[in-house]
């Protein structure tokens, strides 16, 4: 990881003035009223860092109203101290761990990171695969689910069904059960019908697999793992990176807030150095993702 150097790190009006340029890259707006012209920046000893004020609708503003930094009291530098080390830790980074870096309350720490995990939700919009590549679907188990102490098979786990373009993008989600009336629209939904289709033997996937172009199974209860390039050893390296992060830095999640850690390792995995992005890419993607994602700690379900 590269270091935290910058001046956007440690100085206040560059941290807004870098917050601006990507999320205003035309310039300011208003919030209030959308405005664009007659806008000034507010100067002067008694006046808070990156206000402006409209002179239409006659309000100030900051480019904080409407995204995950809305009404925080946390400076802005080191907002961006947080996004730029949980971006870039592979396997994620504790609120304790934030809290002794960034000199902040252990509350503050796990709600800024609520926050920012917020932003790393949602995805680009287009499906995975097309025409000639392979989209790897398995699921994973984790945790137990709040009322099923009585463990009956995988019953009583929490479940992610993950979707992971080889050499390309991922998109997992939490979901309700492992079945064809759950599963089928959401890889219907997620994978384009011209991809192949690489899944473990698991019945369900037979019936959806029609659909796609190709589809191949490994059979891992008989012990195979792979029969030259079809295999699904892609999806398993990105479970490994997300049970080693869930098991040994976070430790425990409840079933409320785990589609966070979800789109957390779904963000990082989606904008790796394999496809191109570094720490400062991964970082600033991140922020093109904060805009209408207020969260309040009510919200968080602490």
């Not at 979901?175 to 991809?195: A, C, G």
Request: aromatic share 10%.
């Amino acid at each position: 990881m590269s270091n935290l150097s910058a001046p956007h790190f440690h100085d206040e009006e560059a941290a807004y003035a870098y917050v601006e340029a990507r999320i205003w890259p035309q310039g300011p707006v208003c919030p209030h009223c959308g405005g664009v012209e007659r806008l000034g920046k507010l100067k002067g000893k008694s006046t808070r860092v990156g206000v402006w004020k409209c002179y239409q609708c006659r309000k100030p503003f900051t480019v904080k109203i409407g995204t995950i930094f809305e009404d925080s009291k946390v400076p802005m530098r080191l907002w961006l101290q947080a996004m730029y080390l949980i971006a870039g830790s592979k396997k994620g980074i504790s609120s304790n761990q934030l809290h002794r870096i960034l000199g902040v309350t252990l509350k503050t720490a796990w709600f800024m990171s609520h926050r920012i995990r917020e932003a790393m939700a949602g995805d680009d919009g287009w499906p995975l695969g097309g025409l000639g590549k392979v989209v790897e679907a398995d699921e994973t188990f984790i945790g137990t689910l709040p009322g099923r102490e009585v463990k009956t098979a995988y019953f009583h786990k929490m479940k992610i069904l993950a979707l992971v373009e080889r050499g390309g993008r991922s998109r997992a989600m939490v979901v309700d059960s492992i079945s064809i009336p759950e599963i089928q629209p959401i890889l219907l939904d997620n994978v384009r019908r011209q991809s192949k289709l690489h899944t473990d033997e698991a019945p369900l996937y037979k019936s959806i697999g029609r659909f796609f172009f190709e589809h191949n199974t490994v059979r891992h209860m008989s012990g195979e793992f792979g029969r030259g390039p079809v295999h699904t050893n892609t999806i398993e390296g990105y479970f490994s990176i997300f049970k080693r992060g869930m098991k040994g830095i976070y430790q425990h999640c409840s079933h409320k807030h785990l589609h966070r850690y979800v789109a957390e390792f779904n963000f990082r995995y989606s904008n790796r150095v394999a496809l191109g992005y570094n720490d400062t890419d991964r970082a600033d993607n991140l922020l093109r993702g904060i805009i209408g994602k207020r969260l309040t700690y009510q919200t968080t379900g602490a």
